[in-house]
């Protein structure tokens, strides 16, 4: 068997073989330019170490030697298929189909790293069923096996990378991204997938722009006609740019920056200053030979999805032995030594352009990383995987089929069975397995570009893309492992169409733009935005209302008239203070019981008039305090019917002065009838229709504790809901239907003879009280929380306190101060200014 390197159709041997065996053939799609990138190379050595271990390694295809062409394809789709057929057929000469006396036996082909030369092959081999596994990471139409079976891929899902930059740029919260990719079919995938991603989570292109992919062209010509027309590129104030493509793509991009900085030497530093360059995994940090001078540094920091890699041991071993003796035995060797330390061997073209010679004792790993990296890149990492993938597939076949002893009777559909179901472990212990979809089954690794003064760079991995994660969770990103741009005021830096919306403020949208760009519009009262850059503002709880700067939610406090606080203080005091004042009014009444001023006007009604008045005050404590079950059932209801009382009891005492005063001439009707009876009669029926409707109010809807979140905008207002709104103003309405008849009556009753004239007094306290509720329902209806009680509190005391002076402070004053005046002596003479007008009850009258 033997391995052989191919390039500009020239054969170099080896190892020579006695024996014809399978062959693994390498398409070099990469050269896309008339430009030799000698990064690339490592890609062919990987392959050679892969090889190199596989036929030392006897537990692998023993007695077996593997063998291999490369071939090149100069980015042409002709000269694509063409070498795919010469690969298969070519004998002495090219004849499709035909395949006499040829030593090739083609199990398997590598290739392509890109989208068209992997397409393009695959219609050939898919003719003839030859498995192709490429190392190359491109959309997922190549999973349609109606159009390639035979076709794998040592690369996870490009898909996969999709939703990693989208997270990517949601972690990050950069929502204002520059989008590079290539002006082909794989540029037009990448746009049409991802930008609706983007907009679904809230991400806008700030512009995108297609790298050029002409062929046979000199690049920087090409750049120089189009560098002004990528402005876009150049001046976008962007933080974040995504870029997909290939490594053409970066050299391109890299040419265009260099090319700006010729004019501008301050463009370089400026462009680079504030920026994020995002790569996807089938682009690679690489210089051509044209640009020596370019400076790596602008890409410093950038954020690359690479296919996982692992160091394989012995690697950098063998890369150390790759000396130029390899000239005689490698085609690609020449260009690599010569571009790689700009020197010339003796046979070369370019030794008559360049006096110095290549001296062999140069070394790989002085070379800077962007001309050849001496750690295994994730493409080469994928060579080295296919490699064994075809061998463990060779290796399964001949073991389960004992009869297939010559290499030569194996055929190239026969391996498909083995390569779908291929799971084994590496050298360096990482699983390799295909799934379904005949795709690698892993994610990609998240890497993190840190360059170095001499052009040199190292990609440390700061994360990881685990298909096997939760939806939305794929993304593992360390940020505490990142090295940004040095020249980033911010870390990690803004990546917005505008300033930042600050709490408190929400987006609003600008007309004609983007919606991503946006003004800042504060947030209305009540509503409120806790973070920056918030969409819409969120509406606080009901228990809680908006800071004044409209970025929090601030608990509302308890509305209630407390105890502790000075108007419940206050009104407390008033209350007990006027009750001790009536307690003391009794008390002189009782200790004057047979006195004529105590007896005028039945001192029955008078007692009752004292006591509901002194429960009155008390019953005004009710109202304040926290709101309980208790308190609200008693409240109105018990208010109510004491005022009921007192008010009837006045009523009472009224017609008692006009039926005494009607009693005293002859022959009336009213002398016939008029007693105790009817006054009681009076005040008792008027009490029971009090009670009946408070009875009626409390079976059908009581009032109850209750909680207003809404009238007040800071507070949570503790109250008693009335349950009936009708019953409430029902108990209103009559209390103030007695206080109106009394007033009436007490009012027509003023000019009566002096003997019998307490109705002016009478009079003027009905119409204290008639005032005080009058005025009590406007204010109480235009108050809220704690007011609306201390007003109910305020109209009962100051009802009261008017029925208490009005009526019995003048008797006070002649029981104390006068009490000459209370005399039956007084009373018979009924001596003008000098003796009280005591209007007498008329059963009392006669006793005297």
């Known amino acids: ?49 892969a090889v190199y271990e596989i036929n030392n390694n006897p537990k692998i295809l023993p007695n077996l030697t593997l063998g291999f062409h490369i071939l090149d394809n100069y980015s042409e789709a002709k000269m694509t298929y063409h070498t795919t057929l010469d690969l298969l057929f070519k004998s002495h000469r090219f004849v499709p189909n035909y395949q006499c006396g040829s030593k090739k036996n083609v199990l398997g082909v590598i290739g392509g790293l890109g989208l068209e030369t992997s397409m393009y092959m695959a219609d050939v081999l898919g003719l003839y069923k030859i498995p192709q596994i490429s190392y190359g990471s491109f959309e997922s139409t190549m999973n349609d096996e109606i159009y390639f079976p035979p076709f794998y891929r040592m690369v996870p899902n490009e898909g996969l990378q999709y939703v990693g930059i989208v997270q990517l740029l949601l972690h990050f919260r950069w929502k204002w991204v520059g989008l590079i990719t290539m002006d082909d079919q794989s540029g037009d995938h990448f746009l049409q997938t991802l930008e609706p991603m983007l907009s679904k989570n809230g991400i806008c292109s700030a512009f995108t722009e297609r790298a050029a992919t002409k062929k046979n062209v000199d690049i920087r010509a090409e750049t120089a006609q189009i560098l002004y027309k990528n402005s876009s590129v150049l001046e976008s104030e962007a933080s974040a740019i995504v870029v997909h493509g290939e490594t053409s793509t970066i050299i391109w991009l890299a040419i265009i920056i260099w090319l700006r900085s010729l004019s501008d030497f301050e463009y370089t530093e400026r462009s680079s200053a504030g920026k994020v360059w995002i790569t996807t995994a089938q682009i690679d940090f690489t210089f051509t030979s044209i640009q020596t001078s370019s400076d790596i540094e602008m890409f410093h920091g950038a954020l690359s999805f690479t296919i996982h890699s692992s160091e394989l041991t012995g690697f950098q071993t063998f890369l150390q032995t790759v000396k130029p003796p390899w000239t005689n035995e490698d085609g690609f060797f020449k260009n690599f030594w010569e571009e790689e330390f700009d020197c010339s061997f003796p046979s070369s073209r370019k030794s008559a352009e360049n006096n110095e010679l290549c001296s062999g004792e140069e070394s790989l790993e002085s070379v800077p990383a962007t001309f050849f990296e001496m750690s295994m890149t994730g493409h080469s990492y994928s060579i080295y995987s296919i490699v064994y993938a075809m061998a463990y597939a060779l290796h399964f076949m001949h073991i389960n089929d004992k009869r297939t002893q010559e290499p030569m009777n194996v055929e190239p559909w026969q391996l498909h069975s083995f390569l779908h179901w291929i799971s084994f472990n590496n050298t360096a212990g990482d699983e390799i397995a295909l799934n379904d979809h005949g795709e690698l089954a892993g994610g990609f690794d998240v890497r993190n570009l840190v360059t170095f003064p001499n052009n040199s760079y190292v990609k440390d991995k700061v994360g990881r893309l685990d298909p096997q994660a939760p939806p939305g969770k794929e993304l593992i990103i360390h940020e505490d492992r990142i090295t940004w741009h040095k020249r980033l005021t911010h870390v990690p830096p803004f990546s917005v169409c505008n300033d930042k919306c600050k709490p408190g403020y929400s987006r609003k949208k600008k007309e004609g733009e983007k919606f991503c760009c946006y003004d800042c519009a504060p947030c209305p009262e009540g509503k409120i935005t806790d973070q920056e850059d918030m969409e819409y503002c969120v509406t606080c709880p009901e228990d809680h209302y908006s800071h004044s700067s409209q970025d929090q939610c601030i608990p509302k406090t308890q509305n209630y008239l407390s105890f502790a606080e000075p108007l419940g203080i206050v009104l407390v005091f008033l209350a007990l ?5 009536t307690a003391l009014v009794l008390a002189i009444f009782v200790k004057h019981w047979d006195t004529p001023i105590v007896k005028a006007n039945n001192r029955n009604f008078t007692y009752i008039l004292l006591v509901s008045i002194l429960i009155c005050f008390l019953c005004s404590l009710l109202f304040i305090g926290q709101p309980k079950q208790v308190t609200c059932f008693l409240r109105q209801t018990a208010f109510g019917i004491i005022f009921s ?4 009891s006045v009523l009472a005492k009224t017609v008692t002065v006009i039926a005494a005063f009607m009693a005293s001439k002859p022959e009336n009707i009213f002398r016939k009838w008029m007693g105790r009876r009817m006054t009681y009669s009076i005040a008792i029926s008027c009490c029971l229709v009090q009670v009946g409707i408070c009875t009626l109010w409390l079976s059908y809807s009581p009032p109850f504790p209750d909680m207003d979140k809404h009238s007040l905008s800071r507070e949570i207002i503790m ?44 009079t003027f306290s009905m119409l204290v009280f008639c005032s005080v509720w009058l005025s009590f329902v406007p204010s109480y209806l235009s108050t809220k929380g704690k007011y609306m009680v201390a007003m109910e509190i305020f109209s009962i005391l100051s009802s009261s306190i008017g029925l208490l002076c009005c009526i019995f402070f003048p008797k006070c004053y002649i029981i104390i101060l006068k009490p000459e005046l209370n005399s039956r002596e007084c009373q018979q003479n009924q001596i003008y200014n000098q003796c009280p007008t ?8 006669e006793k005297y």
């Open 1 to 49: 068997m033997f391995l052989a390197i191919h390039q500009d159709r020239q054969w170099r041997y080896i190892v020579p073989s006695p024996g014809a065996g399978p062959i693994v053939f390498l398409q070099k799609a990469e050269m896309k330019y008339r430009i030799f990138v000698p990064k690339f190379y490592q890609h062919i050595l990987a392959l050679v170490f």
């Open 577 to 581: 203070f006027s009750s001790v004042i």
């Open 645 to 648: 009382v007192a008010v009837s």
């Open 719 to 762: 109250q008693c809901n009335e349950g009936s709104v009708t019953m409430f103003y029902s108990v209103l309405g009559y209390m103030g239907f007695l206080a109106t008849v009394s007033f009436i009556v007490a009012f027509l009753a003023r000019k009566l003879p002096d003997g019998f004239n307490e109705a002016k007094f009478i």
């Open 838 to 845: 005591l209007p007498l009850h008329p059963m009392e009258t």
